[in-house]
């Protein structure tokens, strides 16, 4: 959990509710993102975006 931590630092990349003893993990793809394009977008930004098309398809 310090990962997803870190990640909520980062402009609420991560965020989870409690319900009972169960806790919900959620990500928000938008922040991740971000962080994505400043380091490795010149890299592989082909296959991310296929993910996300892929991501809103399942959705």
Not at 1 to 30: E, I, P, S, V
Not at 33 to 58: C, E
Request: glycine share 6%; net charge positive; aromatic share 10%.
């Amino acid at each position: 959990m310090k990962r997803a931590a870190f990640f909520g630092t980062q402009g609420q990349a991560c965020h989870h509710t409690k319900k009972g003893r169960l806790r919900w993990n959620h990500l928000n793809a938008l922040p991740i993102r971000d962080i994505f394009d400043r380091w490795i977008n010149k890299y592989v930004n082909h296959s991310v975006d296929l993910l996300i098309k892929l991501t809103r398809d399942l959705e």
